[in-house]
């Protein structure tokens, strides 16, 4: 009887992939942890037109404000997970998620790094 519990074939369970469809398991988690503590800007998102608009906007503001960041586009959705992150494309500058779920300006990505590079 499965109902409350009861019976489930907790292998099955463990195997099963994660509700947003990776393999999320301790250790794929922790990997994504220790993801996230390296400093830089980064990209969220799955490669959409909107990741990549963002990420165009980012590299132009990083120019502008002559900082030479390499900019990391992360697409592996169980990284993105460990972020909190629902919705993209976001933006992360040093370990930190500054902006989600909206395509930013140049200009408003120069605000943001302006305030938040350490």
């Known amino acids: 009887m499965a109902l409350f519990g009861f019976g489930k074939n907790k292998d099955a369970e463990a195997k099963r992939p ?49 900082m030479d960041t390499a900019v990391e586009h992360v697409r592996d959705f169980e990284k993105i997970a460990a972020y909190g992150v629902m919705t993209t494309p976001a933006l992360v500058v040093d370990g930190r998620v500054v902006s989600y779920g909206k395509v930013l300006k140049k200009d408003e990505v120069v605000k943001i790094l302006k305030e938040n590079r350490r």
């Open 18 to 66: 994660c509700c947003c469809g990776a393999d999320c398991t301790p250790d794929a988690m922790q990997a994504a942890e220790e993801e996230k503590s390296r400093l830089g800007v980064k990209i969220l998102g799955g490669g959409c037109a909107k990741c990549s608009q963002l990420e165009e906007a980012t590299v132009a503001a990083l120019a502008e404000l002559g």
